[in-house]
């Protein structure tokens, strides 16, 4: 859109329009990745503090596409959210990861914790509560091994029975963390009305941890806070050895991040416990 004056605009609406069309035809494509089969989970171990060891991991979603190859979640998720077939693409990822998790205590592992993502419109659902409890059932994994990460976004939506959500997901016995904390906008107010076990720490304030006084006081200010309202709370986005130092002395108590590994497919997920 380099041209001036009427040219230049009648190329540039060109070019919005040549946008609107690619994400239809990509929205298009992203509706039937479930059943042609495109989807893949991935893994990402969570490291407990006090152990050093692998505790469980967090799925994550990946699209494969045979003619357009990867599509980063950050591009597909919010895509996914926006015309709405991210509900089925949350149920296919929890029953497959359900599955697995069955699979690997068949295969005789330890019991894992099994993290997956809520988006806002599938926890919104009004049958979630029944979703969840139909593909345990039906996947036999055990749902203390389970946990939904949820977002503040996803909790904040007004005028709705959050919290009974929340409980009605908790009777089912799994656990309940919220995701990307300190993005959004709960406040303490909130946050202690809801039932949840643990805290995600965003990575946007791990990030610049041992040099940002102003996040070593932000992330300090984060666990204790979380403790003391009985919260586990786990770190993301680990990558260097000083920040593990430094979260470890500050009392978190979980973590996850390239410092262990990237997301990586279930056999090698396995092969990183040994
Ligand atoms: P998230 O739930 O906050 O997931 C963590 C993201 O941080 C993952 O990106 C992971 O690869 C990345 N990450 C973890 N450790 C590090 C690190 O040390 N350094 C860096 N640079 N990155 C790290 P990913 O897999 O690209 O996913 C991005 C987002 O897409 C997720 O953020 C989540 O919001 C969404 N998403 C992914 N899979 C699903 C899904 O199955 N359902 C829903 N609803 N959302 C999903
Ligand atoms: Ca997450
Ligand atoms: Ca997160
Ligand atoms: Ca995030």
């Known amino acids: 859109a380099k041209q001036k004056g009427r040219a230049g ?8 329009t040549h946008q609107a069309t ?4 990509l929205g298009n494509r992203l509706r039937r990745a479930v059943e042609l089969d495109e989807l893949r989970v991935v893994y990402q171990p969570q490291v407990d503090f006090a152990t050093g060891k692998i505790i469980g991991a967090e799925a994550l979603m990946r699209w ?3 003619d357009m190859g990867s599509i980063v979640p950050t591009r597909f998720i919010p895509l996914a959210e926006e015309i709405g077939c991210i509900v089925p ?3 296919w990822i929890l029953r497959q990861t359900c599955q697995q998790g069955r699979a690997w205590l068949d295969a005789g592992l330890p019991p ?3 993290s997956v993502n809520l988006s806002a419109h599938q926890f919104h659902q009004a049958d979630i509560c ?14 203390e091994q389970l946990e939904l990460e949820v977002t503040e976004s996803a909790l904040m939506q007004p005028g709705n029975q959050t919290i009974e959500l929340l409980h009605g997901l908790r009777k089912l016995g799994v656990r309940l963390a919220l995701d990307d904390f300190g993005t959004g906008y709960s406040s303490l107010a909130y946050l202690k009305h809801f039932p949840l076990h643990m805290l995600k720490i965003d990575k946007s304030f791990v990030d610049d941890i041992p040099h940002s006084d102003k996040d070593m006081r932000l992330v300090s200010t984060i666990i204790f806070m979380a403790r003391s309202m009985e919260f586990k709370v786990l770190a993301e986005g680990v990558e260097r050895q000083e920040q593990l130092d430094v979260l470890k002395g500050l009392g978190c108590d979980l973590y996850q991040g390239f410092f262990t590994s990237i997301p990586v497919p279930a056999d090698e997920f396995i092969a990183l416990l040994k």
Do not use: C, K, W, Y
């Not at 605009?9 to 919005?16: I, K």
């Not at 690619?22 to 035809?25: C, D, F, K, N, P």
């Open 9 to 16: 605009f009648a190329l540039f609406s060109e070019d919005l």
């Open 22 to 25: 690619e994400r239809i035809q």
């Open 64 to 66: 494969e596409s045979p």
């Open 89 to 91: 693409m949350g149920e």
């Open 112 to 114: 894992l914790s099994l």
């Open 130 to 143: 029944q979703v969840v409890a139909d593909i345990l059932h039906e996947t036999g994994f055990p749902a």
